[in-house]
């Protein structure tokens, strides 16, 4: 028995040893330490992973990049009286646009999504605005910059040109403020 209680009195180490409880068995390989650098690193990869697509964004934004658009028919000029109005696909197949006729040689193209929650946008001659009746967004035409209700930012506007009998999109203009 004095074995025992002289076992149980000491420490199993030298005292001397401060590096005792480093390396213990069935201890965690991930400590605070080790954790943080792990979350340090992760954040790292991370914020340089974005930089590419930051950069995309900002040549876009800042007008730096050239974007070309496809010269596409719209309509013929003997097809739109003053007043009226033609919906057509511009620049891709599944992107929506009207074209209004204002007057005898004035006429206005603008992507057909309402810039608030991307509704489809309609020429009211009787209100001679465009309107969003989703949440009763109102654009002048000749402008295409918002008159009522929550949208806050102009339409795209698509750049036209006409020939002596038909209007063709050729792009579309960035986007202002």
């Known amino acids: 028995m004095d074995n025992n ?3 149980n009195n000491k420490v199993p180490f030298d005292e001397d040893n401060y590096t005792h409880n480093i390396h213990k068995n069935n201890e965690r390989e991930l400590d605070r330490r080790g954790f943080l650098k792990t979350m340090v690193g992760a954040a790292g990869v991370f914020a340089v992973s974005t930089l590419p697509w930051g950069g995309l964004a900002a040549k876009e934004l800042l007008g730096f990049g050239s974007r070309s658009h496809p010269r596409k028919k719209i309509a013929d000029k003997s ?3 003053i007043g009226d109005a033609v919906e057509f696909h511009y620049p891709g197949e599944h992107e929506s646009a009207l074209l ?3 007057g005898e040689h ?3 193209a603008y992507k057909n999504a309402c810039t608030h929650l991307k509704c489809p946008v309609f020429w009211s001659r009787e209100e001679d605005q465009m309107v969003c ?5 109102y654009f002048d035409v000749r402008t295409g910059k918002p008159t009522a209700g929550p949208p806050r930012r102009a ?3 698509i750049v036209i040109e006409w020939d002596g009998s038909a209007i063709y999109a050729t792009g579309v203009k ?3 403020t």
């Open 5 to 7: 209680a002289e076992r």
């Open 100 to 102: 209004v006729r204002l």
């Open 133 to 137: 009746p989703c949440h009763h967004g």
């Open 155 to 157: 339409l795209p506007e």
């Open 79 to 81: 097809a739109l009286k």
């Open 174 to 176: 960035r986007y202002e």
């Open 106 to 108: 004035e006429y206005k």
